[in-house]
């Protein structure tokens, strides 16, 4: 008995000993990391007050601090920064869903601007600007080697004058000048329309309007179709945009499943995770939906896309979206600034990171671009003719007045069907899905 007292008395002793081994280094290497934590504010502080006192020119103490702050910010990733006071208003602002600029949403690659994508119906979409595009000059001055602030700030402008962007495009040989007029941006969350029996529901951004929009335009859509029985789907369109609020998103999402998690996210502490869920309810009462994404597609707009993808709700059409899978949150600072900082990356229902890979379609569907010799074809002159358009045809005598009436309805149809395939090739090819599921549903 007494051996075995020993034996474990013996046994806490060393385990005493073992930590205190162990525990000893780790203490002096974090005394000694925050040593060097003070020694590198020490230094910053020497810096900052040799400027202040040997630059050629004087400086403004406050602008410099916050270029510190801002250069400290944009060296973790593109999404975290520091707000001035200005710009803090203007975000805020923002989300409200108007506010002046030239309606693109940018990111920053290899030192150039990148447009992620136009925002509908703003100066920017209606000079042409792509997803994707390369932004290398602002009135002749050259963006690269400056921060994503700072060449935002070259495009800001007063609502009405003129800006010159120099931009370079995939499958342009050389770069090219775009002319836009500034304009106050009034950001319409939601545009809804009806394409034969099919509601089509256009999400341009995710802001506190967004999912009262979309609840009010579908109503008034389902209404226009006659009720909700004569309509064969809805076509969930999230091109070109490029996010926005994450509690938006987790409500449009929402807005179609009955249950199940929307996303998740996770930060560096494990703790502070968390989960959200659908509530009972499905606004489209199980129709079949079919979400469009392309490359201008990003954060909110992949939350809402990868949720409804995840739970077989819709079929995912188009082409791979941004990829944009971190969480910013904006934390107020002293003196009406604030700070965007990434705090989380967010998953898909499946548990999948869509960080830097995005979304990728369940059928892969490009926009094709319209061409001078393609419109050439679509001439009047270049369409087939038919023996109905010879002169003195005769009639057809086998058919009712009624059936051929009927007939005609069913090729307008179809004619509008072919016009909107040259005008928008995914969206025709998203209600053409919408079609065959139909047809080929329970009789």
């Known amino acids: 008995m007494k051996k075995f007292a020993m034996a474990a008395v013996g046994g806490t002793l060393a385990g005493i000993v073992a930590t205190t081994y162990v525990a000893g ?136 004058s003129e800006i010159v962007i120099t931009v370079v495009r995939e499958g342009e040989a050389e770069p090219f000048d775009v002319s836009i007029i500034r304009d106050t941006i009034k950001l319409t969350a939601v545009r809804s329309r009806v394409e034969g029996n099919t509601v089509v529901m256009r999400i341009t951004t995710f802001n506190d309007q967004t999912t009262p929009n979309l609840e009010s335009g579908l109503k008034k859509r389902i209404e226009e179709a006659g009720g909700l029985d004569q309509v064969n789907g809805i076509v969930l369109d999230l091109r070109n945009n490029p996010g926005g609020l994450l509690n938006q998103a987790i409500q449009v999402a929402d807005s179609f499943l009955e249950s199940g998690e929307i996303v998740s996210t996770r930060g560096r502490d494990p703790e502070d995770g968390e989960r959200f869920n659908a509530t009972p309810g499905d606004l489209a009462d199980g129709k079949p939906i079919v979400v469009l994404i392309n490359g201008g597609s990003a954060s909110a707009s992949e939350i809402v896309a990868g949720a409804l993808q995840d739970h077989r709700r819709a079929i995912v059409v188009g082409t791979k979206s941004f990829g944009k899978g971190s969480v910013q949150t904006v934390m107020p600072l002293k003196g009406d600034g604030a700070m965007r900082l990434t705090t989380a990356r967010y998953y898909t229902p499946s548990g999948r990171s869509i960080q830097a890979l995005g979304v990728s379609p369940d059928i892969v569907v490009e926009q094709p671009r319209r061409t001078a010799e393609a419109e050439e074809e679509d001439s009047p002159a270049r369409r087939s003719r038919s023996e109905a358009d010879l002169r003195g045809s005769l009639n057809n005598d086998s058919l009712s007045e009624d059936e051929i009436r009927q007939i005609e309805e069913e090729r307008e149809k179809a004619e509008k069907a072919a016009e909107l395939r040259e005008e928008d090739y995914q969206l025709a090819y998203a209600i053409d899905i919408l079609k065959g599921l139909v047809a080929l549903g329970p009789k």
Do not use: C, W
């Not at 602002?93 to 030192?111: A, H, K, N, S």
């Not at 992620?116 to 080697?145: N, Q, R």
């Open 25 to 160: 280094p780790l203490l002096a290497q974090e005394g000694t990391r925050e040593a060097n934590v003070y020694e590198q504010l020490d230094l910053f502080g020497d810096i900052f007050e040799r400027i202040r006192a040997q630059y050629v020119e004087e400086v403004d103490e406050k602008e410099l601090i916050e270029a510190a702050i801002g250069g400290m910010l944009t060296s973790l990733d593109p999404h975290s920064s520091y707000l001035s006071p200005d710009d803090a208003s203007r975000m805020r602002v923002q989300t409200r869903g108007e506010f002046g600029g030239l309606g693109i949403e940018v990111t920053q690659e290899e030192g150039f601007v990148k447009v992620v994508s136009p925002i509908d119906g703003t100066p920017a979409d209606e000079a042409g600007m792509e997803a994707g595009d390369f932004i290398t000059h602002v009135d002749g001055e050259s963006v690269l080697g400056l921060s994503l602030d700072e060449a935002v700030n070259l495009m800001r402008g007063p609502v009405g």
